[in-house]
Each structure stands twice: as structure tokens, then as C-alpha cells.
């Protein structure tokens, strides 16, 4: 690969001495007094960020290592060294360092290096990615994505693409968001003044879907254990922390199987879930625990480390 580069997170597993390429955006710059310069630098490959040391003699470090502001993208070329500071084991001593996309206007950067409320972030959403709590949450919701689509797989489950575009209200609740191209100004009409819908583009009424679970059952009667996981919606009216317009649902269904072994299934893949987050992506959880919620890692743990009771039926 012509323009390859080391991932932050393998460069910290690299050996002193090690020669690398990195490239990322700057969250801090700090310049000491004895001519160098600290720049902590993200690539969104792991929580942390790595910091590179450029030294003034640079060629390059009155022209581009001292206007870096937040949000800067650079490439940075350099040797791994064992850390002198406090906080890091490692850093980059760099030999050159590459403007590669500037900020405009540095003062006026949506996301400077500080906390920001969600409701903020919710006004800069193209720049909140770069932000620790949303970096952080993406990393995880694929850790457990590639988990669920692991586990089941290992277990011979297939997995199937149902349709977003339905005509089938599967929950039978009929809260749904209906997909339509005719004009909502002016609908074309039956004779009895209801919406024609034969002239809409399915030529019948059309749903974004609430769940997958009916296509997938279908299934489920020639392959016997298949899974669908997918984007849902539901047109609730209900401003809750519980109820969402659209959310991911894993829907595991099988031909040959009682009430006990499907029990039986649900709590080894919550474990398996919850299991493999705190192992693979411990960083974030490490910052959801200390920012987010001061319980999350130790609740994770009880549900890996303790058995679910089951409660029968009289």
C-alpha cells in the first residue's frame, strides 16, 4: 500500500526504536521553553492519544509544527521512544511533520479541546465523532456488532438481510413510519377522497419497518437457526429514554427449540456480549465508567459473573 501509515493504537505496542508513519488530527499543542513543541495526536484508532515531540530545529517547525491548532490533520514520521512524562509509556520523536488538511479559522472551532454537552454536540454533528464520548461509543457499538455477528455464527446460525421497506406491520401495533414519494401537498385521490395510493411508487402503502422478525421466520423453516440484525422503526409517540424512532435489533430465531434452550441462549450471548466488551475495548469503558456512569464496568461484570434465575410459569 503506496500511502500506508501505523494505526495509534499499534503504535503503542511497537518496540523503542521502531521507525513509523503516523497520521491523525492534533487535539493539543503545547510549546516549552526549551524549543519543543507536544502535540497529542488522534486517529480514532483507540481512546488514548499519542503524543509527538517536534524539536525546533524542524525545517519545517516555524511554518507548520507551531500554527497546529485543534483539529489540524497531519502525518508525522518519526522513531518510537520510551516516554520521559508521566502518562504514557511511549511517544513519537519526530523527524517531519505534514500539514495535511488545516483549520480555517482556529478560534472559532466547533469542538475545542474541552467538555461539551450532548445537547450542543447535537449542533456540530459532523465534528462529534472526534470527540472522546462519541469515539469512544462508536468503538463499541462495533466491537458488539462484529461480537453478535461472531457469536451466532460459531453456532451455526445464518444470517439474513430482511427488508427496511415493508408493506407488513410485524408488531401489529400500527405506529409506523410510512415511506412515500407522492406529493403531500396535493395526494392524488379516489373517488372517495381517500389517498390513492395505486399511484405511490409501490403502487400500495409502504412502511419502514418495525422489525425483521417476519421475513426471518420464514427462514427459520428451511435453514433452522438464522438471525436478523438490523436498523428498526417506530413511529411511538413517546419522549423517553426508552423508546427510540430507530434503533438496531437482533432478532436470533430457531425451528428446533424450546422455551428453556432459547433462555439458555439469550444469557450466554449477553454474557459473551458484555464479556467481550470489557475485555477488547477497556479504554472506553474505562472513560464511560469514570464521565458517563461510575457503575457501568462493575454492573457489566455481575451480569458475566452471575448466573440469570429463571422464573417459572404456574
Excluded at 437482533?250 to 425451528?255: C, G, N, Q, V, Y
Aim: charged share 25%; glycine share 6%.
Amino acid at each position: 500500500m503506496a500511502d500506508s501509515y501505523t494505526p495509534v493504537v499499534q503504535a503503542f505496542r511497537e518496540k523503542p526504536g521502531t521507525r513509523v508513519t503516523l497520521k491523525g488530527w492534533v487535539r493539543t499543542r503545547r510549546d516549552s521553553k526549551a524549543g519543543l513543541s507536544f502535540i497529542q495526536l488522534s486517529d480514532g484508532s483507540c481512546f488514548n492519544t499519542i503524543q509527538i515531540v517536534a524539536p525546533a530545529d524542524l525545517p519545517e517547525y516555524e511554518s507548520t509544527v507551531l500554527k497546529l491548532t485543534t483539529g489540524c490533520a497531519i502525518a508525522a514520521v518519526g522513531t518510537i521512544v520510551e516516554s520521559q512524562g508521566k502518562g504514557q509509556e511511549v511517544e513519537l520523536q519526530a523527524e517531519s511533520i505534514e500539514l495535511i488538511g488545516g483549520v480555517e479559522n482556529p478560534d472559532t472551532y466547533p469542538v475545542p479541546q474541552k467538555r461539551h454537552t450532548f445537547e450542543y454536540l447535537r449542533e456540530v454533528a459532523h465534528l462529534r465523532p472526534r470527540t472522546n464520548t462519541f469515539g469512544a461509543v462508536t468503538r463499541v457499538r462495533h466491537c458488539l456488532s462484529f461480537a453478535v455477528h461472531r457469536f451466532l455464527h460459531e453456532r451455526g446460525f445464518y444470517y439474513i438481510h430482511t427488508p427496511i421497506i415493508t408493506a407488513s406491520d410485524c408488531e401489529g401495533a400500527g405506529e409506523m413510519f410510512r415511506v412515500s414519494t407522492l406529493d403531500p401537498e396535493n395526494p392524488p385521490r379516489t373517488e372517495d377522497g381517500r389517498v390513492d395510493f395505486d399511484k405511490d411508487f409501490f403502487g400500495r402503502e409502504a412502511y419502514l419497518t418495525v422489525s425483521g422478525q417476519l421475513s426471518v421466520e420464514t427462514y427459520c423453516c428451511a435453514l433452522s437457526k438464522v438471525y436478523t440484525f438490523g436498523p428498526t422503526f417506530r413511529a411511538e409517540n413517546s419522549n423517553t429514554s426508552r423508546h427510540l424512532a430507530e434503533f438496531w435489533m437482533i432478532e436470533p430465531e430457531m425451528a428446533f427449540c424450546d422455551l428453556a434452550g432459547d433462555a439458555d441462549l439469550a444469557e450466554e450471548m449477553l454474557k459473551d456480549l458484555c464479556s467481550t466488551v470489557l475485555r477488547e475495548r477497556a479504554d472506553d469503558m474505562a472513560f464511560f465508567n469514570q464521565r458517563i456512569d461510575k457503575t457501568i464496568i462493575e454492573t457489566l461484570e455481575h451480569i458475566v459473573n452471575t448466573p440469570f434465575v429463571r422464573i417459572t410459569y404456574t
